[in-house]
C-alpha cells in the first residue's frame, strides 16, 4: 500500500477570533472595575441579578441588546460607546488587506 503524503498547504493558519461575548464581558469588567463599583452595585442598578451579571462578565452569556443596555446604562456609558470599544477589541484580529484589495476608487 502506498504511502500517504500530505499535501503543503501555503495558506498560514489562521487564529480563531474571539467571540464577541467574550469581549463583551472583559470590557464591561474593565468599566465596572474603573468606576470601582462592585459586582452587586452595578447589577442592582441595570435591574439584573449579580449572578447574571457575574456570568455576562465571564463571557458564558449572549445577552440581549436590551440587557447590554441596561448594564451600559448602569455604568453610565452608551450602547454605542460599549459597542465600539467591543469592536476595537476585534480588529486587531482582523486579517488586514493589501494596498489595492478591496479599494474603491472614487472620481471627483
Same mark, same amino acid.
Given at each position: 500500500? @502506498?504511502?500517504?503524503?500530505?499535501?503543503? *498547504?501555503?495558506?498560514?493558519?489562521?487564529?480563531?477570533?474571539?467571540?464577541?461575548?467574550?469581549?463583551?464581558? +472583559?470590557?464591561?469588567?474593565?468599566?465596572?472595575?474603573?468606576?470601582?463599583?462592585?459586582?452587586?452595585?452595578? +447589577?442592582?442598578?441595570?435591574?439584573?441579578?449579580?449572578?447574571?451579571?457575574?456570568?455576562?462578565?465571564?463571557?458564558?452569556?449572549?445577552? *440581549?441588546?436590551?440587557?447590554?443596555?441596561?448594564?451600559?446604562?448602569?455604568?453610565? *456609558? *452608551?450602547?454605542?460607546?460599549?459597542?465600539? @470599544?467591543?469592536?476595537?477589541?476585534?480588529?486587531?484580529?482582523?486579517?488586514?488587506?493589501?494596498?489595492?484589495?478591496?479599494?474603491?476608487?472614487?472620481? +471627483?
Amino acid at each position: 500500500m @502506498a504511502e500517504i503524503v500530505p499535501f503543503p *498547504s501555503t495558506r498560514t493558519p489562521r487564529q480563531p477570533e474571539p467571540l464577541w461575548r467574550e469581549l463583551l464581558g +472583559a470590557e464591561l469588567r474593565r468599566r465596572r472595575h474603573e468606576r470601582g463599583d462592585t459586582l452587586t452595585e452595578t +447589577a442592582d442598578a441595570a435591574g439584573v441579578s449579580p449572578q447574571y451579571l457575574s456570568e455576562m462578565e465571564r463571557g458564558l452569556k449572549e445577552p *440581549s441588546s436590551e440587557m447590554i443596555a441596561a448594564v451600559a446604562g448602569a455604568l453610565e *456609558s *452608551s450602547l454605542l460607546e460599549l459597542a465600539g @470599544a467591543v469592536a476595537d477589541g476585534l480588529r486587531p484580529a482582523a486579517p488586514q488587506r493589501s494596498a489595492g484589495q478591496g479599494s474603491v476608487a472614487l472620481a +471627483a
